[in-house]
């Protein structure tokens, strides 16, 4: 759990910064980035001071999911000025790039692009900094733990077999970095028809649960697919932010409140 504030590793810490909480993947298209935003959102209605990087490097969605767009300007100093939005503070190699425009850089820009991010802008005083972590186990993972003070990752899955098998590796790497896992989440983990209330296990049910429970880390929450939670990130205003009082808010409110 995040109690004590995170240990400081060379050089990892961020002035202002208390916790720096990763939200990980194995795959993509799991939720990762819907997960990372309504969890900032959640920690931020708890009264905390959050700030959200977008480390996705190869897609970056926090831009479109949590309606900030622009270019973030420079002080005299020549540190980058985040910008804002929902009352989060906000930082996304998606505002280095025009939308619609690929990322093809090789690892070494990979790793200066995200060491810029984490120790070049004015984040202020943060009581979480949520990274949003593009999936899988590559240099931005690898240089995200060894260039900063991680206190904790969270690792989202769907339900099925394949998605595990990844978040597994994701896990393991967590491990090999001596990253400390908070939790996993399970989200997509069931779908309610709004019409007769039938639950349906599309992506089956319950396998981050075991999956957490087999290597004994805590499981943090599972998220039922919803009409409302994918629109409200595609427009701009998670459900977090948009729909407080909904059942899916309240879940995010729950996980958050495991943290
Ligand atoms: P990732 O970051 O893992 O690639 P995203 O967060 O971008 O995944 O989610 C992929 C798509 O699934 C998005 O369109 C998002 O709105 C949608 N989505 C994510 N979680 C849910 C959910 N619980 N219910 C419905 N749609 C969801």
Same mark, same amino acid.
């Given at each position: ?7 400081? @590793?060379?050089? #990892? ?8 909480? =990763?939200?990980? $993947? !194995?795959?993509?298209? &799991? ?103 593009? @999936?899988?186990? #590559? ?8 260039? =900063?003070?991680? $206190? !904790?990752?969270?690792? &989202? ?103």
């Amino acid at each position: 759990p995040l109690r004590a504030p995170s240990p400081a @590793p060379s050089g #990892g810490r961020i002035p202002g910064v208390r916790h720096i909480v =990763a939200v990980a $993947s !194995g795959k993509g298209g &799991v939720g990762k980035s819907t997960v990372a935003a309504n969890l900032a959102l959640a920690l931020k209605s708890q009264g905390a001071r959050v700030g959200v990087l977008d480390a996705d490097v190869y897609g970056p969605s926090q831009p479109r999911m949590l309606g900030v767009t622009g270019r973030p300007e420079s002080d005299a100093e020549k540190m980058i000025l985040p910008l804002h939005g929902h009352g989060l503070t906000v930082m996304s190699m998606g505002f280095m790039i025009e939308e619609g425009q690929s990322v093809v850089w090789r690892g070494p820009m990979l790793i200066s692009a995200l060491t810029q991010m984490l120790h070049q802008v004015r984040w202020g005083t943060l009581d979480y900094l949520v990274v949003d972590l593009p @999936p899988g186990t #590559g240099d931005v993972q690898l240089t995200l733990s060894q260039k =900063a003070a991680v $206190s !904790g990752a969270v690792v &989202v899955s769907t339900p099925q077999d394949i998605a595990l098998l990844d978040a597994r590796k994701a896990l393991d790497m967590f491990r090999k970095t001596g990253t400390p896992v908070l939790g996993l989440i399970e989200n997509m983990s069931t779908y309610i028809c709004p019409n007769c209330a039938h639950e349906a296990h599309i992506f089956g049910h319950g396998g981050a649960r075991d999956e957490a429970a087999r290597l004994g880390l805590p499981f943090l929450g599972e998220l039922p697919l919803d009409l409302d939670t994918r629109m409200l990130s595609d427009s701009g205003a998670p459900i977090v932010a948009s729909r407080p009082g909904s059942d899916q808010a309240r879940r995010f409110l729950e996980i958050a409140a495991r943290l």
